[in-house]
């Protein structure tokens, strides 16, 4: 997939993909999801509402 040959000294552009899976692509994952976080705000109200009606499923469920 990114030029990589077990057992054999690899090329730089491996390197340079390995490097991207292992480091690039988790820190670009991270932004996406520190900005979706950023578009979705929970206020205090709104966290409230949500505890108080997991509370009541839970409840129900119980039952």
Do not use: C, W
């Not at 692509?25 to 976080?37: K, Q, R």
């Amino acid at each position: 997939m990114v030029g990589y040959v077990p057992n054999h000294e690899q090329t730089g552009e491996a390197l340079m993909e390995i490097r991207g899976i292992t480091f690039l692509y988790p820190v670009a994952m991270a932004a996406l999801t520190v900005g979706l976080m950023l578009f979705y705000p929970i206020t205090e109200s709104k966290y409230a509402m949500i505890i108080a009606d997991l509370k009541k499923r839970h409840q129900n469920d119980s039952v």
